[in-house]
């Protein structure tokens, strides 16, 4: 059974562009979760999506969105990206949302310079 | 507002002997409480759960304790092996609500 892949792995972008991640879940979970994760911060909630509606938002500004696709695929997007974006971003899937599970990806490393 | 937190940022501790890892919250109505444990370029990996009834689960040489009261859970690794050095987070959630995380504890087996 694959497990969570994100994609891509790895990222170097410019202050002021915009960043495009994917998470693909593991078959059969619906709900995909995001968290940023930067040195002495932990895991901070970006928001949480189960069928395509977003269920849980964190305390991260606008600039910061997702989508969840029918076939339960997500993407975050961060629009005019800052010094302060660049983290580790994690996703996870669950089979059901808000009751834990949580399977994580690997990552995608995003430094903005 | 951090509703769950680890106070020590890092944790040494010699092959053989017990690790002991430490989490406080905040949020009493927290259902469930995880452990996760991660490798660098790796995602957190779930260790070990407890439920907000019980006090205490044990999986091998993983032990969660919860003390409601205290609003304190640790988690105890007998015997430490080098390959238990990672990070590890405590985690906490309400039923229907998101996963909490803690800043993580380093923990260092030394052999």
């Given at each position: 059974k694959a497990g969570v892949t994100q994609t891509p792995r790895y990222l170097i972008k410019t202050r002021g562009q915009q960043v495009t991640l994917s998470c693909s879940p593991?078959?059969?979970h619906r709900s995909v979760s995001w968290y940023q994760q930067t040195p002495g911060q932990g895991l901070q909630f970006l928001f949480e999506y189960f069928s395509e509606t977003q269920r849980n938002k964190g305390n991260f500004p606008g600039r910061f969105s997702g989508r969840q696709f029918s076939n339960s695929r997500s993407e975050m997007n961060v629009s005019t990206l800052e010094l302060g974006d660049s983290a580790l971003y994690l996703c996870?899937?669950?089979f059901q949302e808000g009751a834990g599970g949580y399977t994580f990806g690997s990552g995608?490393?995003?430094?903005v310079v | 507002d951090q509703q769950v937190k680890q106070n020590s940022p890092s944790l040494s501790v010699q092959e053989g002997r017990i690790s002991i890892l430490?989490?406080?919250?905040?949020n009493s109505m927290f259902d469930y409480f995880l452990w996760y444990k991660k490798y660098p370029a790796e995602g957190p990996t779930f260790l070990i759960s407890i439920s907000s009834i019980k006090d205490k689960n044990e999986d091998g040489r993983f032990t969660v304790f919860l003390n409601k009261s205290a609003k304190h859970l640790s988690l105890h690794i007998v015997p430490s092996q080098p390959g238990d050095s990672a990070v590890y987070f405590c985690a906490a959630f309400e039923y229907g609500n998101k996963l909490v995380f803690g800043a993580g504890t380093i923990l260092r087996v030394k052999s």
């Open positions: 593991i078959s059969g996870a899937s669950s995608t490393r995003l430094t | 430490n989490c406080d919250y905040t």
